[in-house]
């Protein structure tokens, strides 16, 4: 997400990043390339202008230019403005402390807005709350039937009564049954057009007042740049919406509509979506996104992804491999599986600090996810013994493990060339020490 940008950033920012002295010219220069990263992702002009106008008052103003080390200074504030030009601090959802919690969700057609419905849902329920969908959507052809689908893959209750129903009649009859069924949480999806109209909106204040939101979130999507700031503003002179739900942002978002829509509206970014499947949604944290835009990683993610799909105790044992070298294509194919479950293999390197450079490379490399399933089919079609010492790996072997995994045998020596720079990286990572980027994409070629 936003690569265009955070390369056009990084490279605006290298001239100074490394610089002993600066002057109010290196600033100023500075400025004018970043003004124009900004402008390119299709960020709000005002909102540029403010922004760089801001960043130069501080690097001016706060001793930037005589202080020690004045390049990393500038980076710093440039960080902190980006952060708060994203919304600042996070904000979670306003969940209620007791009964029934109730999210109104709204958007125009095509922003993704009953698939986010499901993700949110399902986001809720792996945090451990009890959530259900209200099918409110009854404009749209099979509408209704997408979000039962939905539902269903999601492992939450969908409450609908058919395309024909009014929906502000389906939205109070959901809220009862949610709270009958002792649902802490309802996600109502409310219909949407293809363009901020009067009928839409006259019908999404009824569903409003039928249900009482605690919170109403518009769903955008990010591909639109401008276009949709615009409906966030259209949206929010006739219905007060909380926050937002950004779409698509894993696509080619070039960054304006999450740049833009918090000093347009003054409504934060709650969540966004990042990926096609349920999955795919993550809180919006400002800080730590501007931390990915800068190419500064984003540790705090890539360990609560972590977290979230490693054993404690498991892990425990494999640092123990990993210190003492006896990591095996076995614990590989495992943790392998594992990466897999934390999402695209690109999306995790890029939360890696250090790895923007070789981020172009490592995509290249990497890019194809059908390459993980070969290496599977590889490690599966070697012996319990061959897992264990690849070194006992000779020709006539080679040639039967590719034979069964329907691969090359140059594909087997590679994978057994790579196994072997992975355990060395991984020995490194053990022992607290964070190997050289270049390093690790020798590893993976």
Excluded at 155 to 175: F, L, M, N, Q, T
Excluded at 249 to 258: E, H, N
Excluded at 396 to 413: D, L
Aim: hydrophobic fraction near 45%.
């Amino acid at each position: 997400m936003f690569d265009q940008l955070s390369d056009r950033l990084q490279e605006a920012l290298a001239g100074v990043r490394s610089r002993g002295t600066l002057s109010e010219a290196d600033v100023d220069a500075a400025m004018r390339e970043v003004r124009l990263a900004l402008l390119e992702a299709d960020v709000n002009f005002k909102v540029v202008k403010d922004f760089t106008a801001r960043v130069k008052e501080r690097c001016l103003g706060a001793g930037v230019v005589d202080a020690l080390n004045p390049g990393q200074q500038v980076v710093k504030i440039v960080s902190e403005e980006l952060a708060e030009l994203l919304g600042g601090a996070s904000r979670d959802l306003a969940l209620a402390p007791s009964g029934t919690t109730v999210i109104l969700m709204a958007g125009l057609q095509g922003s993704g807005k009953t698939t986010a419905c499901a993700k949110l849902a399902r986001h809720l329920a792996a945090a451990g709350r009890a959530p259900a969908l209200a099918a409110c959507d009854l404009q749209r052809p099979a509408a209704v039937e997408q979000l039962v689908t939905l539902g269903q893959r999601a492992k939450v209750p969908v409450y609908e009564r058919g395309a024909g129903a009014d929906p502000v009649e389906v939205a109070g009859w959901a809220r009862r049954q949610a709270a009958a069924d002792g649902r802490d949480v309802l996600i109502v999806d409310t219909a949407g057009r293809l363009h901020v109209d009067e009928e839409l909106m006259d019908e999404l204040a009824r569903v409003r007042d039928a249900v009482r939101p605690h919170d109403i979130l518009l769903v955008l999507d990010a591909m639109t740049g401008q276009d949709a700031v615009n409906v966030a503003e259209a949206f929010a002179e006739r219905v007060d919406f909380d926050g937002v739900v950004l779409t698509k942002l894993d696509g080619d978002a070039r960054g304006g509509a999450a740049l833009s829509v918090r000093s347009v509206t003054g409504k934060p970014i709650l969540f966004a979506s990042v990926g096609e499947k349920l999955d795919a949604l993550e809180r919006f944290h400002p800080e730590r996104m501007a931390g990915r835009i800068l190419g500064m990683g984003d540790v705090l993610s890539l360990i609560e992804k972590a977290e979230q799909v490693t054993d404690e105790r498991r892990a425990r044992e494999l640092e123990r491999k990993m210190r003492r070298q006896e990591f095996t294509l076995d614990d590989f194919l495992e943790q392998l599986r594992q990466v897999r479950k934390m999402g695209p293999l690109t999306s995790i390197l890029g939360l890696m600090p250090g790895m923007g450079k070789a981020m172009r490379q490592i995509r290249q490399a990497a890019a194809d996810e059908r390459d993980l399933d070969r290496i599977e089919a590889i490690i599966l079609s070697m012996t319990p013994a061959e897992r264990a010492r690849p070194e006992i790996i000779d020709g006539s072997r080679r040639k039967r493990i590719a034979r069964g995994s329907g691969t090359t045998v140059q594909a087997v020596n590679q994978l057994v060339k790579q196994f072997g720079q992975m355990r060395k990286l991984m020995a490194q990572l053990a022992k607290g020490r964070m190997p050289d980027p270049q390093q690790l994409l020798r590893g993976m070629q």
